[in-house]
């Protein structure tokens, strides 16, 4: 084991009580003002200059060594999600309807770890600045936060972020050049036929008929639109029609969520829906109207930042414990803008496979039953100081021009 590695599980006690208490006092997007409080306040103690209010709720804290002239993100995400809690925990949610269960909590638990460690015996030359950003769960706090000048008012020559993954074995950092997450759009289509009567329906349009048809052409966007070596999702979440039997309604409603990692395809699944919703809906005599809103971006890691944090990672853990180029996955994350802004990499680290006696934390993200392993707090705030200190400093890459 690294000398970093142990000195960080040595302190890891104080930061696992910190994580749970985060987890134990969930906040919605936006609404994360106990944790940016708890966040600020911390910081601000070991000597960090802190910014507050920042897209909302947003923290940075920045810390300044020597005169170097490179300049380092770190970004982790704060809210919670509107979930009732059934992990079973002792320091399970006390609000009702409000969970961490996507591990936000020991994001920021790994980054205050990691704050404290380079605050107080950090070596590097340049400026750090640590991100803990609002309302990741489709809030876009990301954006939020660069529209209130985030890396104006902190500019990055890279910035980095991490997200624990259930599934795998814990510690496991996992790292992916290139596209890593999906785009995440959303769809409604509603079509408007004539209602009438379920036994004459000669003298309706009927829109149930129009959707149901829909529905089974859009399986078809994937399997016959896109490129078989591009991956992309097209998911009817929800169809909502009529209230009897007896009723045919005017109107049927189509919830999707539309997902690529390549950002034609994403342009190319917007096309074709909008396409075939239109050319079904007249073929039942209905009219549709789609209403698309654009949700994140696809989250590309940029080639040298994550050839950069493969190479912390295999120096702090070795190579049994990185994957060096993990598959991409569907979900989203809006990182991604970040990414679009500035260079860097969004990194995984496991979260577990069951079998330890924490079956918590080897259950799916975004589920009642989940928590976050606080054995990762030690092994992900030591890659955070051991990639700050290499990189604000000779060994890092170079500033960009």
Not at 145 to 156: I, S, T, V
């Amino acid at each position: 084991m690294s000398p970093l590695l142990e000195a960080m599980r040595a302190q890891a006690d104080e930061f696992v009580a910190v994580r749970r208490d985060i987890h134990r006092h969930p906040e919605l997007a936006f609404e994360e003002h106990r944790t940016a409080s708890l966040v600020a306040e911390r910081l601000a103690g070991w000597g960090y200059t802190v910014e507050r209010g920042i897209g909302g709720t947003g923290v940075v804290g920045t810390l300044v060594r020597g005169a170097g002239a490179r300049r380092l993100g770190i970004r982790a995400d704060m809210d919670a999600l509107p979930i009732d809690e059934a992990s079973g925990v002792a320091w399970s949610s006390a609000h009702p309807g409000v969970m961490h269960a996507c591990g936000h909590d020991g994001h920021t638990a790994m980054l205050l770890a990691a704050a404290r460690h380079l605050a107080l015996e950090g070596r590097f030359d340049g400026t750090l600045h640590l991100i803990f950003q609002p309302a990741e769960e489709g809030g876009g706090g990301a954006l939020r936060m660069m529209a209130d000048g985030l890396f104006e008012r902190f500019p990055c020559d890279a910035v980095f972020a991490m997200h624990n993954m259930p599934g795998v074995p814990q510690g496991h950092l996992v790292l992916r050049e290139g596209a890593a997450m999906a785009s995440s759009d959303y769809a409604t289509i509603t079509l408007t036929g004539v209602g009438g009567h379920g036994a004459m329906p000669h003298h309706a349009a009927d829109p149930v008929v129009a959707a149901a048809s829909l529905v089974m052409a859009l399986q078809t966007v994937v399997s016959r639109n896109v490129d078989p070596l591009h991956a992309a999702v097209v998911t009817v979440g929800a169809l909502h029609a009529g209230r009897a039997n007896n009723v045919i309604p005017a109107t049927a409603t189509l919830e999707l969520s539309v997902r690529a990692l390549d950002r034609n395809v994403r342009a190319l699944l917007e096309q074709r829906i909008k396409a075939l919703a239109a050319a079904q809906a007249e073929s039942y005599g209905v009219q549709a109207q789609v209403a698309w809103r654009p949700g994140y971006a696809v989250l590309v890691n940029t080639p040298r930042e994550t050839a950069f944090a493969r190479e912390v990672a295999l120096d702090l853990l070795g190579p049994t414990r990185v994957t060096l180029q993990g598959p991409p996955l569907t979900g989203s994350e809006d990182f991604a803008f970040m990414l679009e802004r500035v260079p860097g990499s969004y990194v995984l680290i496991g979260n577990g496979v069951g079998g330890d006696g924490r079956a918590q934390s080897a259950c799916m993200v975004h589920h009642p039953g989940y928590d976050f392993h606080d054995d990762n707090i030690a092994v992900g705030s030591a890659f955070w100081v051991r990639l700050a200190e290499r990189f604000l400093s000779a060994e890092g890459p170079p500033p960009l021009q």
